[in-house]
């Protein structure tokens, strides 16, 4: 493990990570990762199975999305960071932890725990691209994964890390893809060996549906496209996955290994149904007379694969959305609140200062509503203020249908014509009331003041024979209202 002062380091450093205190345990995980793990050029077995349980467990303790995150990707991205041996070290330790500790794992941790598995992939996948996809680094790598998960040799129960490995293995796959045939054949043969030699119906039916059947249907599209006609861009993931299923010839392996004496028996019909499915796919290519090959590996001159986005970036990015849409609110809360206080105080200050106005017009307008009830006498007015008191005072009266007669100007002559008629025929005196007075309407309960003059005139003309003058004096009566009114409108 190097001289003794590194080893005394370290094994401080393992214990102070089940430190209780947080800040304990990030200051001493802090130095792990930056500085002393890189710097190491192997560890002994026990030594790095105890180091990966104190990192299981800070993984454990860590809450929120964010500082989850960021954890993981220092974990992961370490693989980048250490020496060769080291770092396929820190992978095998690494997997085996997450075996042995997954039945303990409760359902509100375990998607932190998924996501720690895909970034791992992730990372080991950039770890074979900056080697140039190097085929011997593939091939121990890829015996690394197998051999401690799908074929481990423990008595772990963790076959749900196992189930995962299968579920997104082909997903973080398809971001490094066009690489070599060879190279793929190294990545992908193993996942056909587990279907044939492991009697797990549950990893059989993950490998099938998030792998092979994916295989199927992309290469389907591809040999549509390519029959059609269409042009498609090399990086589509039709091109650089659909390709891999029509020139990898997996028809014949999944014969080979359905017909094989060592394969489960339990796994033969999905194994030969895989058989069918990717030899009619590759009979159709045939039959077509279409071309495909895998496209050549895209160079980035050095550069590292698609990453992740660094989580600080997007925590500061994410943090900062709530911070100014606060502000914003901030703002416009406060902004809105003076603007309804000005309001108030318009309103208040308007009433105070205008009462007596206000009053006045008020009444001017009940006046003037009063006098276009006097001088209209129609029922089709809809006003509230004018409440009618009894029925003989209406304008509206019932007919002997039940129906409405309205008593315009035209009935209201005919009626007075009638009248006197009989009048004269019977011989009444001239003291009965005129027929030009108009009913007396109650406006809520007040009525102007030269409109109770103008009436109380009228009643002493009508009452006194000295000052009627017969049908003249009606015609006087009428002409005097309508002054009186007309002159009630213009002031």
Known sequence: M?????????????????????S??????????????????????????????????CVWHADKLPVQSLLIDGLSSLLLRLHLPLSLHYFSVFLLTMRREWPGIDALRLDKFYLLIRRFLHHSFVFLKNSSWDLELSRRLMGVLVKTTFFSDDKFRGVGVNYHIAS??????????????????????????????????????KI?????????????????????????????????????????????????LGSSIQSCQGNRKVLFGLYEEFSKLEKDLA???????????????????PSLVPISTAMEVVGSKPTEVAADAVNVSSDDKPLKKCRKKKKDS????????????????KNEIVDMVLENSHAEKENNDVAIVNRENSNDEYASDGSFVTL????????????????????????????????????NGTVSKKRKRAKSMDTQKSQNPELNNGDAEVGTCAKREGKSV??????
């Open 24 to 57: 304990t345990r990030n200051k001493a995980l802090c130095i792990l990762l930056k500085t002393w793990l890189p710097s190491q050029r192997d560890l002994p077995e026990d030594d790095m199975r105890k180091l990966w349980k104190a990192l299981f467990y």
């Open 168 to 205: 997104v293995f082909l997903e973080e796959l398809r971001l490094f893809l066009p690489v070599r045939s060879e190279i793929v054949e190294v990545l992908l043969e193993p996942f056909v060996s587990v279907m044939g030699k492991l009697p797990d119906k549950v990893l059989l039916g």
């Open 208 to 256: 099938r549906s998030s792998m092979f059947e994916e295989l199927l249907k992309m290469g389907k599209k591809l040999l549509e496209i390519k029959k059609v006609g269409d042009e498609v861009d090399s990086g589509d993931q039709a091109v650089v996955v659909g390709t891999i299923a029509l020139t990898m010839g997996f028809s014949s392996k999944f014969y080979e």
């Open 287 to 305: 039959s077509s007379g279409i071309e495909v090959s895998i496209p050549d590996a895209v160079e980035d001159d050095g550069e590292e694969a």
């Open 486 to 491: 007309k002159k009630r409108k213009c002031t």
């Open 2 to 22: 190097g001289d003794g002062a590194q080893v005394e380091e370290g094994i401080l450093l393992i214990k102070q990570l089940g430190a209780c205190h947080q």
């Open 350 to 365: 308007g009433g105070s200062g205008t009462g007596k106005k206000s009053k006045k017009m008020e009444s001017l307008k």
């Open 408 to 443: 315009n100007e035209s009935v209201i002559s005919n009626l007075q014509m009638q009248f006197e008629n009989v009048a004269a025929e019977v011989g009444l005196d001239i003291d009965v009331p005129s027929a030009c007075e108009l009913p007396k309407i109650k406006v």
